[in-house]
């Protein structure tokens, strides 16, 4: 059974940056393409990026493209998520998820981890 566990959120001012971290487990990560979602209070979960062997993928609706960078390091298994120019609006509980198929928006991925908080302060 695939498990992911996200690590790395917190608390950042606005400008700020942090950088989120999932590792895979579990299966064959490079069978994988893995990702992130995100969802604030009150609104719906939101993709946000996701990567594979061949590329990158960026939710180009949230704003995200341009300030974020989704990597790999396939040694460990493990997706990070540098968030640089944090905003107000990025804050939302993030979740590392991962699936045989493409993982973008609209998409529902068969596996997902706890989340972690991201918080961004004006």
């Known amino acids: 059974q695939v498990q992911l566990v996200e690590s790395g959120g917190g608390l950042a001012k606005a400008g700020g940056s942090l950088r989120l971290s999932c590792k895979f487990s579990?299966?064959?990560?490079?069978?994988?393409?893995v990702g992130w979602f995100r969802q604030a209070p009150g609104k719906e979960r939101e993709f946000v990026a996701s990567?594979?062997?061949?590329?990158?993928?960026?939710n180009d609706v949230n704003s995200v493209k341009g300030r974020f960078t989704i990597s790999k390091e396939p040694a460990k298994n493990t997706v990070f998520l540098q968030m640089d120019s944090l905003k107000p609006e990025d804050t939302a509980v993030y979740y590392c998820?991962?699936?045989?198929?493409?993982?973008?928006?609209?998409?529902?991925?068969?596996?997902w981890g706890q989340g972690t908080q991201v918080t961004v302060s004006s």
């Open positions: 998820v991962a699936d045989k198929a493409l993982v973008v928006d609209g998409t529902r991925p068969d596996y």
């Open positions: 579990g299966g064959s990560f490079s069978d994988y393409v």
């Open positions: 990567i594979t062997w061949g590329r990158a993928r960026y």
